[in-house]
Nanobody
Framework: QVQLAESGGGLVQAGGSLRLSCAAS????????LGWFPQAPGKEREFVAS????????FYSDSVKGRFTIPRDNAKNTVYLQMNSLKAEDTAVYYC????????????????WGQGTQVTVSS
């Protein structure tokens, strides 16, 4: 079992930055890939970034490539989403997820989810 706890969301102006954190815990929380899926009101959860345990495999969506990064600190069992050059369309609840079964870009293929943290970008 894996528990995921997000933090770091808030209200920022367009062009600003935020760093989200996701702390993983539980009996099977070690050595799993982790990712981030934001969900805007009335929309499906959309892939933005994922990273393997080793950090050698990283994926980004085209919409955030060059603006966001997804570092992880395995000593702390924590993954981050560093968000720079934020846009109004980045506004969403950002969910941390872990342990994919197949397509890392598909929300339905991930097994564990956090409760989300709200990111609001004002224009």
């Amino acid at each position: 079992q894996v528990q995921l706890a997000e933090s770091g969301g808030g209200l920022v102006q367009a062009g600003g930055s935020l760093r989200l954190s996701c702390a993983a815990s539980g009996r099977t929380s070690s050595s799993i890939p982790l990712g981030w899926f934001p969900q805007a009101p009335g929309k499906e959860r959309e892939f933005v970034a994922s990273i393997s345990w080793s950090g050698t495999t990283i994926f980004y969506s085209d919409s955030v490539k060059g603006r966001f990064t997804i570092p992880r600190d395995n000593a702390k069992n924590t993954v981050y989403l560093q968000m720079n050059s934020l846009k109004a369309e980045d506004t969403a609840v950002y969910y941390c997820t872990g342990d994919p079964e197949g397509n890392w870009r598909s929300a339905s293929d991930w097994n564990y989810w956090g409760q989300g943290t709200q990111v609001t970008v004002s224009s």
